[in-house]
């Protein structure tokens, strides 16, 4: 309401009135008519008497003393002295007395209702007065106006913050899960164990990828009528499952954010996930022993057709334990794991030297460690560091950029392996992988979506558009796909110097392949859901859980190719 007096006197006005004054210091300070003595400037004659500032002093410091001669009762007298204190303080707050009062210190505290007059000094003690007039009330706001004030206040801060929040937030909580996702899939030497684990692998089993490979065989169950000219009945056989454990080693990554890994790969049986023992009995096609005659055409040509000729009769008639002619009866697990062929054996001392290099074939091939594995040219894969788009992408094979055993064309290297994707996997995503068996990489569209355990995946399935007709890679029948070149030459070699017997590959039982294929057989039942090829792809991280890729295995021996591609059908 007024100024401040200086600090000095306000405060020694204060401890002076600290403790309650004596009638005789009340009468010294006051006049008895209510005026101030040696007060030049007045309050304008307020009326203060005696009486009135007993009763103010007395409710400062909550004490009540009567004045004599001024009422008869004591409620009279507080009556009185309320409503001459309430006149005093009326005045000085109207009349801005508190600026030229000497010896008076006023302060004034509020409310949204309410008005509260300190004042100090003087003969008027230490006393609080609650102003209830008209012209004080209407210098501050109602209770009402004010929370809807304070409420609007609110409401205004309270949006601002949740626009702000609805601007940044999002791209705050994707900037966090981006960089969390990003530690989960790429591989640094630095790496979480977990990320270590699942991409280096290893034989515990324990976090390194487990592949499940399940085998399955066809045994001929008509070899008399196939003699008499009746089309061959096939049974299916299996299937023989395995545990399939993966290790990359000798590790070593350079600043271009490449890594270059040695794999190498075991094989652990699983009875119980097995539909037959590996002691099963096979009939098949000696499909290696006609790999070696076609090889021998292809060498020689014409000029020694009638050689050709008189060796197949021979072989025809062949008769021993395993041997039936052009055709051969072993167990799963010789056909799996390999034998030693005795017509292989013959042939090889009556032929050159290096038309068949070993006699011994193999279907699936068992790494005896690491150190096999380094005698191998390196694979080198983008670790995604710099551009996680990039994340697993195989940028050289063996040492190959790109095959060149195609037509007129080379495939690049491209795409990732199988297991690991580009995160943010959207239904419009093209996926390639890159199958090194089957020298050129496989575009991957999306089929529909699934569910594994309450997670949501993306499940993709190979282009249709690619497994048509194809100059480029030799492919002439829609579905079957034809790798004698690059079988015989390999990655890095050129088309004209291919030798050897035809290989040819499809899905299971001929599925999406010319049905001239599948009617020159019997036993043969497509089943799209249970022979097609797929991926389960987790859209967020891009990793591949599940997969169901109908590739063919590794063969050893130089010409085990044909029984390769008779597995693989």
């Known amino acids: 309401v007024g100024g401040k007096p200086r600090r000095r006197d306000a405060r020694a006005n204060l401890q002076r009135n600290a403790s309650p004054p004596t009638d005789r210091d009340t009468l010294r300070g006051c006049a008895t008519d209510g005026s101030t003595e040696g ?46 204190e309430s006149q005093f303080v009326g005045q000085l707050a109207r009349a801005d007395t508190c600026r030229r009062v000497p010896n008076v210190w006023c302060h004034v505290t509020w409310t949204p209702r309410r008005c509260t007059l300190h004042v100090a000094g003087g003969c008027t003690g230490v006393h609080a007065v609650v102003l209830k007039t008209a012209d004080m009330h209407r210098q501050w706001p109602s209770r009402r106006w004010s929370a809807w004030f304070v409420a609007t206040k609110l409401l205004l801060l309270l949006g601002l913050l949740m626009v702000v929040a609805g601007v940044t937030l999002p791209s705050l909580l994707q900037h966090l899960l981006d960089a969390g996702v990003r530690d989960a ?4 030497p630095d790496s979480p164990l977990a990320t270590d684990k699942r991409y280096r692998g290893g034989d515990d089993g324990e ?67 097995s539909g037959a023992p590996l002691t099963t009995p096979v009939l098949t096609l000696n499909l290696p022993l006609i790999g070696v005659v076609e090889s021998i055409h292809s ?114 290297v491209r795409g990732s392996d199988g297991k690991q994707f580009v995160p943010g996997v959207r239904r419009d995503t093209r996926l390639r992988v890159w199958a090194s068996q089957l020298y050129r990489s496989e ?16 499940r993709f399935s190979p282009d249709a558009l690619e497994a048509g007709l ?19 030459v390999g990655m890095g070699g050129r088309v004209g110097d291919a030798t050897g017997p035809p290989v040819f590959l499809s899905a299971p039982h001929f599925c999406g392949c010319d049905p001239v294929l599948a009617d020159g057989l019997d036993g043969l039942v497509c089943d799209p859901l249970q022979h097609s090829t797929y991926i389960d792809v987790e859209p967020i991280t891009g990793e591949c859980a599940c997969w169901s890729l109908w590739a063919p295995p590794l063969c050893e021996g130089a010409h085990a190719q044909a029984w390769c591609s008779s597995s693989a059908m």
């Open 39 to 84: 007060d030049s400037s007045g309050i304008h004659r307020a009326t203060l008497n005696v009486a009135a500032h007993r009763a103010a002093r007395a409710r400062a410091f909550r004490q009540l003393r009567p004045a004599p001669n001024r009422g008869s009762t004591p409620r009279e007298r507080r009556k009185r002295a309320t409503a001459e």
């Open 185 to 188: 899939i790429v591989w640094q």
């Open 207 to 273: 976090g390194g990828p487990q592949d499940l490979v399940r085998v399955y065989l066809f045994n001929i169950t008509n070899l008399e009528a196939i003699r008499t000219g009746a089309k061959p009945a096939l049974q299916q056989v299996g299937p023989f499952t395995y545990r399939k454990h993966s290790s990359k080693v000798f590790a070593q990554w350079d600043t271009h954010g490449h890594v270059a890994t040695k794999e190498y790969a075991s094989y652990m049986f699983e009875p119980s996930m």
């Open 299 to 412: 060498v020689y040509g014409p000029y020694y057709q009638r050689l050709l000729d008189l060796v197949v009769a021979t072989l025809a008639g062949w008769r021993d334990g395993h041997v039936d002619g052009l055709f051969t009866r072993r167990t799963a697990a010789e056909l799996l794991w390999g034998y030693e062929d005795l017509l292989l054996q013959r042939l090889m001392r009556l032929l050159p030297s290096g038309m068949i290099p070993t006699t011994r074939v193999a279907l699936l091939h068992n790494m005896s460690g690491p150190g096999e594995a380094m005698a191998r040219p390196p694979t080198i894969y983008d670790t995604g560091v710099f551009d996680v788009r990039n994340v697993w992408n195989v940028i050289s094979d063996a040492g190959h950029t790109e095959a060149t055993c195609w037509n007129q064309c080379s495939e690049p």
């Open 443 to 458: 575009a991957f569209v999306y089929q529909r979506d699934v569910s594994w355990l309450g997670v949501d995946f993306f």
């Open 470 to 488: 194809d100059a480029c890679h030799f492919q002439t029948i829609a579905g079957l796909m034809n790798i004698t070149t690059p079988m015989a």
